[in-house]
């Protein structure tokens, strides 16, 4: 065998033995949540769930076919407001009929976001652990990768997540309706 074979070889099984995202110049899915950072590349997969496209994401909207759940965080009225100051709560375009749960994404939730997320599953699932839930955020945004992530370690039997988010269905000329966050289920 010539060098020129070998290295070609070596080359091969090396292409071989990588996992496709890596292969395809993508992000590989990691072991635990990610921590920081969350608008950056994700991977093109997460175990336990299915990641569904846009047009998918639209026939399951259109038939009702899933709970869509946004979990893009949002501000807190800041502490040190000085007195008197009008504090509007936001607002943001999302897909309509979808549910906001915000900071629910996040790698580390607190008891009082972790309460808040479970306690909200059980109402918009009615307590069934087989509903479809429609995941999603923004395009490069880790936060539904999260939140995803954490329902199915939780149990939920049928996890959906769309990474391309609000901003991804607004691309493809699909409506999106002003929505305010969902303080409590």
């Known amino acids: 065998m010539t060098k020129v074979e070998t290295v070609v070889l070596l080359a091969t099984s090396l292409l071989a033995s990588m996992p ?3 292969l395809a110049g993508g992000v590989p899915e990691p072991s635990g949540y990610r921590m920081d950072d969350y608008r950056a ?13 846009t047009s998918e994401a639209e026939a399951l909207w259109r038939e009702k076919q899933a709970i869509f759940l946004d979990v893009m965080p949002a501000p807190l009225k800041p502490a040190d407001l000085p007195a008197g100051t009008i504090w509007r709560d936001p607002t943001r375009k999302d897909i309509p009929d979808s549910i906001w749960l915000v900071n629910v994404g996040y790698g580390a ?18 307590n069934d652990d087989s509903k479809s839930i429609l995941f999603y955020c923004m395009t490069d945004c880790w936060m539904s990768w999260n939140a995803a992530r954490r329902a199915v370690e939780w149990g939920y039997k049928s996890v ?9 269905w607004e691309r493809a ?7 305010r966050p969902q303080v409590a289920p």
């Open 173 to 179: 000329g699909l409506p999106l309706e002003e929505r």
């Open 109 to 126: 939730l607190n008891k009082e976001q972790a309460k808040y997320f479970r306690d909200a599953l059980v109402k918009y699932t009615g």
């Open 160 to 168: 959906l997540w769309y990474p391309p988010g609000a901003d991804g």
């Open 20 to 22: 496709l995202p890596a």
């Open 41 to 53: 590349p994700v991977p093109a997969t997460l175990r336990g769930a299915r990641v569904v496209t």
